[in-house]
């Protein structure tokens, strides 16, 4: 038996991606697993190093950084720099996924904002017979007196509705109906803080400087608009026998242009301000270096920095008699300037030119002499 051909159409629904994009920002799921993202990845930027400030700007310093991290990450160190494990909370996908999270509250509180602002000024007084037979917070207790209820509810400052409908007595009772809107406060609080993040990304700046006591060091560039020079006069440090630090604090001046423009004592929880910028001490060193290098030819400053001393090292005293008289024309510390496998040593020039001769030293086995 044959038929004509059955033929059907199907209407396939345009897409819209203004909503799409819409209803992935109202998400609930989609903001949680964005900031599960970001606290995985903020884990990331504390457990790896990540390159220092200071070094981020010189293409030759950040090269010698990774070089030495691959002493730990070796072949993957280049493949970790790439995709910004080292410069994490800089990175571009970071900062767009912390920039997506925001977006993605200031739309849910706007989305959210119209229905709660008119549950809180129009609440909806009377809902359906239904309603109570599907939600799990309804009960059965013996029809009260609907006037002394409602006045009972007024008295308590509650806002009461009576809808007298079929033979039945509808009673809506609210109270603190304002309360709705605390949840805006929450979104508003993390949106500050989001955005806070994304300022201090882009516009915040930061330096690590290491001064000794009586020196003055330059905070920015000499070509740099926010230019300041950082003198610290006074330096305190307190420590208990076990080494924590009881009190630590500088005596700081700031000058701009030449003039003193502040002055005062900083802490690590009580910076010293000015224009904008917090001076925080970050740390005590008892003992530092300052090292300079100059070109020999012009006598040009090469190097200027000051070097906190945090290790120490063993060295022997070194003492040097004649032979015929056992007068000591020699008595010092040896301080090693070469390492040779496991021995240090320098060159020792005696006085009165005597001659010179280099002198290395090697603790031995039990570590209760020098060899």
Not at 19 to 26: E, G, K, N, P, W
Not at 348 to 358: C, E, H, I, K, T
Request: with cysteine.
């Amino acid at each position: 038996m044959l038929g004509a051909p059955h033929t059907s159409s199907v209407r396939v629904a345009d897409f819209d991606p203004f909503l799409a994009v819409f209803r992935l920002l109202t998400s609930v799921r989609f903001a949680l697993a964005l900031i599960a993202f970001l606290a995985g990845a903020s884990l990331l930027g504390v457990l790896l190093p990540q390159i220092p400030a200071q070094m981020r700007s010189d293409p030759t310093a950040v090269a010698g950084w990774l070089a030495f991290q691959e002493q730990r990450y070796g072949s993957f160190t280049g493949s970790m720099h790439s995709f910004g494990l080292f410069d994490v909370f800089r990175s571009l996908w970071f900062i767009t996924s912390l920039g997506v999270l925001v977006l993605s509250v200031c739309v849910c509180t706007a989305n959210r904002l119209p229905p709660i602002w008119r549950n809180v000024t129009r609440p909806h007084a009377r809902v359906s017979d239904e309603y109570f037979q599907r939600t799990t917070t309804a009960i059965d207790v013996p029809a009260p007196d609907v006037a002394s209820l409602a006045s009972e509810l007024r008295r308590r400052r509650y806002r009461v509705v009576v809808s007298p409908e079929d033979g039945a007595t509808y009673l809506f009772a609210d109270r603190f109906p304002w309360a709705q809107l605390a949840t805006f406060v929450s979104h508003l609080a993390l949106i500050l803080f989001l955005a806070g993040g994304l300022v201090t990304i882009f516009t915040a700046r930061e330096m690590n400087i290491i001064i000794a006591e009586g020196e003055t060091r330059p905070v920015f560039a000499l070509n740099d608009a926010d230019h300041m020079q950082l003198f610290v006069e006074d330096a305190v440090g307190r420590f208990d026998s076990t080494g924590f630090p009881l009190d630590y604090r500088s005596k700081l001046t700031v000058f701009k242009d030449g003039a003193p423009v502040a002055a005062g004592f900083s802490t690590v929880n009580d910076p010293l301000s000015y224009n904008g910028y917090k001076f925080h001490q970050t740390a005590y060193f008892p003992d530092g270096a300052a090292l300079q290098v100059r070109e020999v030819a012009s006598g040009r400053l090469l190097y200027d920095e000051i070097l906190a001393l945090t290790d120490r090292t063993p060295t022997p005293r070194i003492v040097i008699s004649e032979a015929s008289s056992g007068k000591a024309v020699f008595d010092d510390i040896l301080i090693p300037t070469d390492f040779i496998g496991d021995a240090s040593g320098t060159v020792v020039a005696l006085p009165n030119g005597r001659g010179s001769f280099w002198i290395g030293t090697k603790p031995s086995p039990d570590r209760t002499e020098w060899q």
